[in-house]
């Protein structure tokens, strides 16, 4: 049971480029988010997502666009990323909405 | 919108009890958490608590809840180096999202 899995866990992009974050969990889990972690801000929620192929926004959802083909992938699109997109993304799973285990994140610079 | 808050930061000596307090704003909260951030890892639950419940204790853990003041507070007893770690308090409702806290960083000294 691998859990929650992110890749890459690294990446920098220059202003504009784009890139795809993937999330992936082997537990069968409904629901998967993923969030944001800036220093002193905790995690804000980016989208998240309730079953496969639904997708609802949340608190910062500018810039960013997600998917849920299958229910054990969550993507995470940049279209055109920007500085202020520096940061370290979290992907998390949940059953049932009320215990969320999460990936070991990605850390992502833009110049 | 709802929002938690707690400080930044705690230094305790090893050995020490260590006490982390979070404060949030929504009283419909049914689930009260405390998940642990190690350096370059995603969080890890902790442990949790019920509304209904004001106490939950868990070997080194202890978690006190004080609805009227919608204050939580997680006490670590002795606190070892492996406890240096960031902390965050988080609530969640059904049908809603979680809300976390901005963390707080303990750091444990020898």
């Known amino acids: 049971n691998a859990g929650v899995t992110q890749t890459p866990k690294f990446r920098v992009l220059k202003t504009g480029q784009s890139m795809t974050l993937l999330c992936a969990q082997d537990?069968?889990?409904?629901?998967m988010y993923w969030y944001r972690q800036d220093p002193g801000m905790g995690l804000r929620l980016i989208h998240y997502?309730?079953?496969?192929?639904?997708?609802a926004k949340g608190e910062v959802p500018d810039g960013y666009n997600v998917s849920r083909l299958k229910k054990q992938n969550f993507l995470l699109g940049l279209e055109s990323a920007a500085p202020s997109q520096t940061s370290v993304y979290f992907c998390?799973?949940?059953?049932?909405?009320?215990?969320?285990?999460f990936g070991p994140g990605t850390r992502l610079t833009v110049l | 919108g709802e929002d938690v808050e707690q400080s930044l930061f705690l230094s305790v000596r090893e050995g020490d009890s260590s006490v982390i307090n979070c404060t949030y704003t929504?009283?419909?909260?049914?689930?009260l958490y405390w998940y642990k951030q190690e350096p370059g890892a995603g969080l890890q639950l902790l442990t949790y608590?019920?509304?209904?419940?004001d106490m939950k204790q868990d070997q080194r853990l202890t978690v006190l809840l004080n609805k009227k003041d919608k204050h939580l507070s997680l006490r670590i007893a002795d606190t070892q180096t492996g406890d240096s770690a960031i902390y965050f308090c988080?609530?969640?409702?059904?049908?809603?999202?979680?809300?976390f806290g901005p963390g707080t960083r303990l750091s444990v000294l020898p």
């Open positions: 998390a799973s949940s059953p049932d909405g009320d215990e969320q285990f």
């Open positions: 537990m069968n889990h409904e629901y």
């Open positions: 997502s309730v079953g496969e192929g639904t997708t």
């Open positions: 929504d009283s419909s909260s049914t689930y």
């Open positions: 608590i019920f509304s209904n419940m």
């Open positions: 988080a609530e969640y409702n059904y049908g809603q999202n979680f809300v």
